[in-house]
């Protein structure tokens, strides 16, 4: 069990939580969530040790297994020995005896050091280690082969099974995850959720995916309020039982202040007058029924639609023939046709560097235009790059930056824009260069919305968002009139697509009529079909 006790951290004058305690219990999937900014990295790292809490205690088993956010800190270490840094107590041990032992010579102190790490491998089962080791990641599907390479040379998917061989080593009682969906595609989050539902220790796991947060968890630890409250069921259990209790709460202040106001205009009317003591007696009651300040949710959800209001396309938006795209000789995509309609939402999948990106941009180079690439009649194409930040030129504000994106703008709907995606009228001073990820992929959000574009190419748009910006984002694509192709991996914004265009192979672009969780069905289908093959 994981034990939190009175805990409390600040930032400056702003407070994440206060005065929390918390339990988390064996054999159940905790999903750790609250919007960005509301401190679920910083308690993940408290939980972990990384990150002193202000006040408060923190008691965990002693094997405590994190996965963070950085997946990339390991990339120069062969595969085996980053599972083999899973278990630090061995590994330290290892690494200082093999420097000794590849000196000429070694002094009596030296030889009396080997003997203790010695009896510490020992102690850790480490002459069987990379044997385990070992066994484990195959059973994980990465094959000898690969063992010995740099882990930088595995795909993300496989590179996360890595990661996890490595928290899992040593077989720990508590597993933490921060965001261990990014960087995957959908087979290996699928591949994930199966893996974690079989988990029997304690898991405390942070994610932008809802569906992912569906799927896993069976309690929710919310961060908001300042403190972190603990829901029975998956998130969207938890999304519905808080409305409730917020309504709830909110319904017995607002009862309060109206029997207060009533009990005051006695008081204020008979106030000295023949009936004092009926006057003292309201005023008493007043004192009891003085409602608790009602702490303010950090929640906030921006409102995003994308409106066409004089100019949408005609109803053929784009035909593609024979479109292939390559870089020297890595052929990305080859003789790729197909046509998009007015109203098309085409979800883009494939794992990470198969060239979704790129084909994307294919579908933007002027040397396609007209020739493989034929844009239709009045088609004005807004663009949300992978690297967002890329399109926000430093040196401005917010607020100029956004203004210029548009000719002949009013003030005033710059700033209704801005609101709407959770700026505030102060923070359109606030200088581009400064923005956070989740701030920046907002302000290019903006753009999109004040444009009024009739067709959007969005690359990995929630990378940065927070659930209630993903949830938002959907809506948005949902009731847009216009056309849109989005690359994602998140399957809740995947739910918004009409069309599914995947890569099933390098080079092999499949263009399938039909909806996310009808593609999903189908691919199981061919994949048991190869197996049983």
């Not at 009896?119 to 070992?134: I, K, L, T």
């Not at 990641?137 to 795909?155: F, S």
């Not at 799927?215 to 029975?232: F, G, M, P, Q, W």
Request: net charge negative.
């Amino acid at each position: 069990m994981i034990t939190v006790e009175n805990v409390s951290k600040t930032f400056g004058t702003r407070t994440l939580f206060e005065d929390v305690s918390v339990s988390f219990t064996p054999g159940r999937n905790y999903g750790l969530t609250g919007p960005n900014g509301a401190g679920k990295s910083t308690f993940m790292k408290i939980l972990i040790g990384e990150e002193p809490a202000d006040s408060g205690t923190i008691s965990k088993p002693e094997r405590t297994a994190w996965l963070g956010q950085d997946q990339f800190a390991f990339d120069e270490h062969r595969v085996l020995d980053v599972v083999l840094m899973g278990n630090p107590r061995l590994w330290a041990a290892m690494v200082e005896k093999e420097a000794l032992y590849a000196k000429d010579e070694i002094t009596d102190e030296e030889g009396e050091r080997l003997g203790e790490l010695e009896c510490v491998v020992a102690e850790e089962d480490g002459y069987s280690a990379e044997a385990e080791a070992a066994a484990m990641i195959e059973g994980l599907g990465i094959v000898q082969a690969w063992h010995d390479r740099p882990l930088k040379e595995l795909q993300g998917g496989m590179k996360l099974r890595v990661l996890l061989a490595q928290a899992l080593f040593g077989h720990p009682e508590a597993l933490l995850l921060d965001e261990p969906t990014n960087h995957l595609d959908m087979d290996s989050i699928v591949w994930l959720e199966e893996f974690l539902f079989r988990y029997n220790g304690v898991l405390v796991v942070i994610s932008h995916d809802r569906r992912f947060l569906n799927s896993v968890c069976d309690h929710i630890a919310d961060i908001d309020y300042e403190a972190i409250i603990t829901y029975s069921g998956n998130y969207d259990s938890m999304v519905r039982a808080k409305a409730q209790i917020r309504g709830r709460i909110e319904k017995e202040a607002a009862d309060k202040h109206k029997k207060i106001e009533r009990l005051q205009e006695f008081v204020q009317r008979f106030r000295g007058g023949s009936r004092s003591r009926q006057t003292a007696s309201r005023m008493k009651q007043i004192e009891k029924l003085r409602p608790d300040e009602i702490k303010r949710s950090n929640i906030a959800r921006p409102y995003i639609r994308f409106e066409v209001v004089d100019s949408p396309s005609g109803k053929d938006v784009v035909r593609i023939e024979g479109l292939t795209k390559a870089y020297g000789n890595h052929v990305i995509l080859e003789n790729f046709h197909t046509d998009v309609q007015r109203g098309d939402k085409i979800a883009l999948l494939g794992r990470n560097g198969i060239g979704k990106t790129s084909l994307l941009e294919a579908l933007m180079d002027p040397a396609n235009e007209g020739e493989t690439v034929q844009w239709g009649h009045n088609t004005r194409v807004g663009y949300f790059g992978h690297d967002h930040r890329d399109q926000i030129e430093p040196g401005t504000t917010v607020f100029e930056w956004l203004r210029a994106q548009k000719e002949l703008v009013e003030e005033q709907s710059v700033r209704a824009v801005l609101g709407r995606m959770l700026f505030s009228g102060a923070d359109g001073a606030k200088p581009t260069a400064t923005l956070s990820g989740g701030e920046a992929a907002r302000l290019v959000l903006c753009k999109l919305i004040l444009c009024e574009y009739n067709v959007l190419l969005l690359d990995e748009p929630t990378d940065h968002l927070d659930l209630e910006s993903v949830s938002a984002l959907r809506e948005g694509i949902e009731a847009f009139d216009g056309t849109v192709i989005f690359v994602t991996h998140d399957r809740d914004l995947a739910s918004a697509a009409t069309r599914i265009w995947a890569y099933t192979a390098p080079e092999q672009l499949l263009d399938f009529r039909g909806g996310i969780d009808e593609y999903l069905e189908w691919h199981s289908r061919e994949l048991e079909q190869r197996k049983s093959a």
